[in-house]
T-cell receptor, first 110, second 114 residues
Framework: QKEVEQNSGPLSVPEGAIASLNCTYS??????FFWYRQYSGKSPELIMS????GDKEDGRFTAQLNKASQYVSLLIRDSQPSDSATYLC??????????FGPGTRLSVLP | DVKVTQSSRYLVKRTGEKVFLECVQD?????MFWYRQDPGLGLRLIYF???????EKGDIPEGYSVSREKKERFSLILESASTNQTSMYLC?????????????FGPGTRLTVT
């Protein structure tokens, strides 16, 4: 059974701080990794994808991947109250479906 | 931009009714998916389709069926709705099986079965 694990939270950070969200996965064959943001009552929205070890930056967001440790993270710099949401980690192997983690609830306090 | 639409945002049905949830994508994507999302249980895959007229069971297909007669449309059918099918239903699409292809979600349908 392929599994993706995340801390459910809530993770609370003050406005302007760095929020760090973590995800581990069990299938070593996983090749692509995605972060989705989901506001309460809304559907998941893709914010980042990463395929290679290392860091990938997009604005205030940085995704980090370490395949040897089977670990992927999302850093949100200068966190804003509008970043308060649940963040879903998803992984995919070749020819396989997406496997989603349970999500981490982030709360950014003004 | 990828656009995935679902026929209803909110739906209330009675136990035993047959329920149709429609999903349409406008980006010529090969793959389409139906999930349900419940508090504490996360996203669970009900059915998916890799191509027209093709369907595969996901993790929780019991009580559901699907139809994909056209590439852009994927329907989820609850043959006889039950209260334990009250949930948020999310449709998604993806260009294909390549690992780099992202999955895009529709706005969701919140179904209540009374």
């Amino acid at each position: 059974q392929k599994e993706v694990e995340q801390n459910s939270g809530p993770l609370s950070v003050p406005e302007g701080a760095i929020a760090s969200l973590n995800c581990t996965y069990s299938d070593r064959g996983s090749q692509s990794f995605f972060w989705y943001r989901q506001y309460s009552g809304k559907s998941p929205e893709l914010i980042m994808s990463i395929y290679s070890n290392g860091d990938k930056e997009d604005g205030r967001f940085t995704a980090q991947l370490n395949k040897a440790s089977q670990y992927v993270s999302l850093l949100i710099r200068d966190s804003q109250p509008s970043d308060s949401a649940t963040y879903l980690c998803a992984v995919r192997g070749y020819g396989q479906n997406f496997v989603f983690g349970p999500g981490t609830r982030l709360s950014v306090l003004p | 931009d990828v656009k995935v639409t679902q026929s209803s945002r909110y739906l209330v049905k009675r136990t035993g009714e047959k329920v149709f949830l429609e999903c349409v994508q406008d980006m010529d994507h090969e793959n389409m998916f139906w999930y349900r999302q419940d508090p504490g249980l996360g996203l669970r895959l009900i059915y998916f389709s890799y191509d027209v007229k093709m369907k595969e069971k996901g993790d929780i297909p019991e009580g559901y069926s699907v139809s994909r007669e056209k590439k852009e449309r994927f329907s989820l059918i609850l043959e006889s709705a039950s209260t334990n099918q009250t949930s948020m239903y999310l449709c998604a699409s993806s260009r294909g099986l390549a690992v780099s292809y992202e999955q895009y979600f529709g706005p969701g349908t919140r179904l209540t079965v009374t």
